[in-house]
């Protein structure tokens, strides 16, 4: 475990929101959570076509940690979350619970410790969602993850015949 300081404090990724346990998470302690490899080829407006390769745990997995309040066992009550991902420059991007749920889309979106053979401890995770054709949702240098219920819309049953 390296030692922690100021530089590394920059480098950690908090959850916020609609959760049990908010919990902000060193590079070094995601690595504790079960790491996948995965592989984003997306063409950039700006640079053209990339490719890059990372090593890190199921962003699924890292929020489960923290106890997102659903119910767990209502498999359409996990559908009305959205998860923020914010970049420290500022850019942020929007997914849907519903993408990340192994009982939905299962899109294997990770939160890389590791990329191109690079640990990425001085930086900050990098968020990749494999299958997106541009990289907009590729964030570098994640520092929050906010995870909320959209119930901002109010059913109103029609009114009986
Ligand atoms: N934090 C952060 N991550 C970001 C961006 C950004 O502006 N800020 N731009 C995205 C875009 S649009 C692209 S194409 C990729 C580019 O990654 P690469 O040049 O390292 O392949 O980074 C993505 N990640
Ligand atoms: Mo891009």
């Known amino acids: 475990m390296k030692p922690v300081t100021a530089d590394l404090h920059a480098c ?3 959850l916020s929101g609609d ?4 919990v902000v998470f060193s ?10 490899e995965v592989e984003a080829t997306f063409q950039c407006r700006r640079t053209g076509l990339r490719r890059h390769v990372f090593v890190g745990p199921l962003l699924v997995e890292v929020i489960r940690t923290a106890g997102p309040l659903f119910d767990p066992g209502e498999r359409k009550d ?3 979350f959205l998860i923020a991902a914010l970049g420290q420059d500022g850019h942020q991007a929007v997914l ?6 192994p009982e939905f889309a299962d899109t294997h979106a990770v939160l890389g410790t590791r990329m191109d053979g690079r640990d990425l401890d001085d ?3 990098y968020l990749v969602v494999p299958g997106d054709r541009c990289g ?7 520092s929050e993850i906010r995870v909320w219920a959209a119930d901002h819309l109010i059913h109103c049953p029609a009114p009986r015949a």
């Open 12 to 14: 950690q990724v908090r």
């Open 19 to 22: 959760l049990l346990a908010p």
């Open 27 to 36: 590079v070094d302690a995601l690595r504790a959570l079960p790491a996948r």
């Open 78 to 80: 996990r559908l009305r």
């Open 96 to 101: 849907s619970w519903g993408e990340i749920d």
């Open 123 to 125: 930086e900050g995770p």
């Open 136 to 142: 907009g949702r590729h964030i570098s240098q994640v």
